[in-house]
Nanobody
């Protein structure tokens, strides 16, 4: 099994930056892709972006040009660099991983980290 632990959330002013980290442990060799989702109060969970080994990184339109995902295989870590933050980026951010080769679903989820952007 794979475990994911996020860190780096917090409170930031609009226009500021924040970097989230996600460390994977356990059967990390089974990971095909890692990424991030977020969920704002009263809203459905939303895809933010994902990195698949050997393929282009994907981003939601709402974060393109502002957010970046970087992977460090040696550290089993994925980062979400968030720039030009807006109040609407306020949400709980979840790190996710996909470990099943024939399924597009992200089957492993972290516990989430809160990001709050003040106006």
């Amino acid at each position: 099994q794979v475990q994911l632990v996020e860190s780096g959330g917090g409170l930031v002013q609009a226009g500021g930056s924040l970097r989230l980290s996600c460390v994977a442990s356990g059967r990390t060799f089974s990971i095909y892709a890692m990424g991030w989702f977020r969920q704002a109060p009263g809203k459905e969970r939303e895809f933010v972006g994902a990195i698949t080994w050997g393929a282009p990184t994907m981003y939601a339109d709402s974060v393109k040009g502002r957010f970046g995902i970087l992977g460090d295989n040696a550290k089993n870590t994925v980062y979400l660099q968030m720039n030009s933050l807006k109040p609407e980026d306020t949400a709980v951010y979840y790190c996710v991983a996909r470990t099943k080769p024939r399924s597009p679903a992200y089957d492993i989820w972290g516990q989430g980290t809160q990001v709050t952007v003040s106006s």
